[in-house]
Nanobody, 126 residues
Framework: QVQLVESGGGSVQTGGSLRLSCVSS????????LAWFRQVAGKEREGLAA????????VYADSVKGRFFASQDNAKNAVYLQINNLQPEDTGTYYC???????????????????WGQGTQVTVSS
């Protein structure tokens, strides 16, 4: 099926930047929807951005527009999430998730994704 491995998390100070990576293996990278989610303890996973790898269409949650930038590298079967001007409220575990077509529901719903990476922790200190 699909295997996902995230990397790039870490501890940064407010105002810093990070680039998260997610490498996909298994079923065809070019036809999937890959998304980034964030989870904070006690809360549901929040959809941040998604990339339709076949069309290179990228969508964002309103809450992250202008600071979060998603991209893909087809040669590496990878998607990335560049996070700028990090704030303490960005702290959480960031997950990469994959959905195979057909895509039926909202891209930001965690229920739409059958495949998940292990997560990478981002901690922002003030």
């Amino acid at each position: 099926q699909v295997q996902l491995v995230e990397s790039g998390g870490g501890s940064v100070q407010t105002g810093g930047s990070l680039r998260l990576s997610c490498v996909s293996s298994g079923r065809g990278f070019g036809f999937n929807r890959l998304a980034w989610f964030r989870q904070v303890a006690g809360k549901e996973r929040e959809g941040l951005a998604a990339i339709y790898t076949g069309s290179v269409r990228i969508v964002y949650a309103d809450s992250v527009k202008g600071r979060f930038f998603a991209s893909q590298d087809n040669a590496k079967n990878a998607v990335y999430l560049q996070i700028n001007n990090l704030q303490p409220e960005d702290t959480g575990t960031y997950y990469c998730a994959a959905a195979l077509p057909p895509f039926r529901g909202a891209w930001s719903s965690a229920d739409e994704y059958a495949y998940w990476g292990q997560g990478t922790q981002v901690t922002v200190s003030s």
